[in-house]
């Protein structure tokens, strides 16, 4: 859930990376550094961005010090791998193009129903957190989440959302600890028998956060009203 915490900042890969270097990350993605090791060289990466060697050289570094990719420098060139963070940067790239040239469809998301921490219910009803949830989508929550174990097509997918306009909630604090922020996309949830709408899928700010599954707040206990057990298939069908 939201969990201890957390001072938004900007991540080491925002402040090194650009349009230029992701450009660079493309090309290495089209030579198969998606799928494994490439041989690459910055004589060969500079022609094809129109730049200099070292230009190219030092876009190769920004990305490997975002750790967008991985590199073994050897006496002939470099071999290099993109990493599962250089993939998402990629995807995130796709979905924006796909918004440009497709017409809008909702996102959706399938997986099981699982057990959580039991930590949502104490950070759903903190006060900082509730005044916004009530204010900024129209309701109070349930004290508690509903979580979702997507299956590996999904969790794919599931970097769509940050293309997404989504609800911003932001961080506070009391006397004692800083919480930090969080954004919500609104949803529809859907079952065999039936579907709940609205939810939201709330995803913490953070650098890093569990790509396997996704959160759901509601007005109500959402496992009462659609009498949800763990192991149940759902859809969560996230409004684009």
């Known amino acids: 859930m939201l969990g201890p915490p957390v001072l938004r900042c900007m991540s080491r890969a925002t402040l090194a990376v650009g349009y230029d270097e992701l450009a660079a ?5 089209l030579d198969g550094a998606r799928r494994g090791e490439v041989k690459a060289s910055c004589s060969d990466l500079a022609d094809r961005l129109d730049a200099s060697t070292q230009t190219a050289s030092r876009r190769l570094q920004a990305l490997e010090e975002a750790g967008y990719v991985d590199r073994e420098v050897v006496s002939d060139g470099q071999w290099v791998t993109i990493t599962d963070d250089g993939e998402r940067v990629l995807q995130r790239e796709y979905e924006d193009y796909r918004r440009v ?11 099981r129903v699982t057990g959580g921490m039991g930590e949502g219910r104490h950070y759903i009803s903190l006060p900082g957190y509730n005044r916004q ?3 900024r989508l129209g309701y ?4 508690g989440t509903l979580n979702v174990e997507l299956d ?3 969790r794919r997918a599931r970097s769509a959302m940050e293309s997404l306009d989504g609800v911003d909630i932001d ?3 009391d006397d004692e600890r800083t919480y930090g ?3 919500c996309y609104p949803a529809t949830l859907e079952t065999d028998d039936g579907s709940y709408d609205p939810v939201h899928v709330i995803v913490p700010d953070r650098t890093h956060h569990d790509e396997t599954k996704v959160e759901l707040i509601a007005a109500d206990k959402l496992r009462d009203e659609l009498t949800l057990d763990d192991g149940d298939e759902v859809i969560v069908r996230v409004a684009q």
């Open 140 to 143: 109070e929550p349930f004290a």
């Open 25 to 29: 990350l493309k090309l290495l993605a």
């Open 101 to 111: 040239f497709e017409e809008p469809a909702d996102l959706a998301l399938s997986g």
């Open 152 to 154: 590996e097509p999904s």
């Open 171 to 173: 961080a506070w604090e």
């Open 181 to 183: 922020s969080a954004t």
């Open 133 to 135: 949830f009530e204010d």
